[in-house]
């Protein structure tokens, strides 16, 4: 059997963008590498953990122990996690789309030439982090959030976790000049129930043994009570 803090647990991460098609050829997308989401899993599994890692359309290599499920858009990844579950600790990394196109085409849309353009016409998509956070049973111990802000960074990370219903939230600063979106470095600050922690900038695999080392921590503090 496996050793290390996080042995016997079983750990959820998505991570990486949703495409949502709207044809064959086109879709819609956040900017997501995947590479904060895929160091998580990294450190869980360094940590002893069973992870399954819920992924969207990446360049990156699936981390080597984890059990790796891929999916194009946010129904397919709520599902797989839907499916994946129970699990100890689920953490949302993943960059889902907000919306999707109500009805993708069949065919690759055309141009017509006059200048008439095409309407698209969108739906929301599920809120997978809100969906598993409200469950009545079989909801993980512990739902960590991502939210990646441009301005007022700790104030509107702290209204989304709890309008999300996620226990922690990890926020970051997003906007461009930060170099934090496809980059490998990220500054954070963790908010909990209790308060917020600004953490200093570090590489995006660092953040991820920091936030393992704290879900570790949170977890034999809760058995030992
Ligand atoms: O509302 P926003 O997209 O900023 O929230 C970010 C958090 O919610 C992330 O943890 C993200 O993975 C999760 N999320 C989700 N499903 C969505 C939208 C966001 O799980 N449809």
Same mark, same amino acid.
């Given at each position: 059997s496996s050793s290390g803090s996080l042995a016997g647990r079983h750990v959820l991460i998505t991570s990486g963008p949703t495409h949502e098609p709207i044809d064959p050829v086109r879709y819609i997308a956040n900017r997501s590498s995947g590479k904060q989401g895929h160091a998580i899993a990294a450190a869980a599994i360094a940590a002893g953990a069973r992870v399954t890692l819920v992924s969207g359309p990446v360049a990156l290599g699936a981390p080597a122990g984890a059990t790796t499920v891929q999916v194009q858009t946010a129904? =397919?990844?709520?599902?797989?996690?839907r499916a994946a579950l129970p699990a100890d600790v689920a953490i949302f990394c993943a960059a889902v789309a907000d919306w999707r196109a109500a009805?993708?085409?069949? =065919?690759?849309?055309?141009?017509?030439?006059?200048?008439?353009?095409?309407?698209l016409e969108l739906v929301e998509n599920p809120d997978i982090l809100k969906t598993i956070a409200h469950m009545k049973t079989g909801r993980p111990n512990l739902i960590v959030g991502f939210a990646a802000e441009t301005e007022n960074v700790i104030a509107f990370a702290t209204r989304k976790r709890r309008n999300k219903g996620a226990d922690w939230t990890v926020a970051n600063d997003v906007s461009t000049h930060t170099g934090v979106m496809g980059g490998d470095r990220n500054r954070v600050h963790l908010i909990t129930e209790t308060g917020v922690d600004s953490w200093p900038e570090m590489s995006k695999r660092e953040v991820a043994e920091t936030l393992i080392a704290r879900i570790s921590a949170l977890l034999h503090d809760k058995a030992r009570r």
């Open positions: 129904e =397919e990844m709520l599902n797989a996690v009805s993708p085409a069949d =065919e690759k849309i055309k141009k017509t030439g006059d200048g008439e353009k095409p309407q």
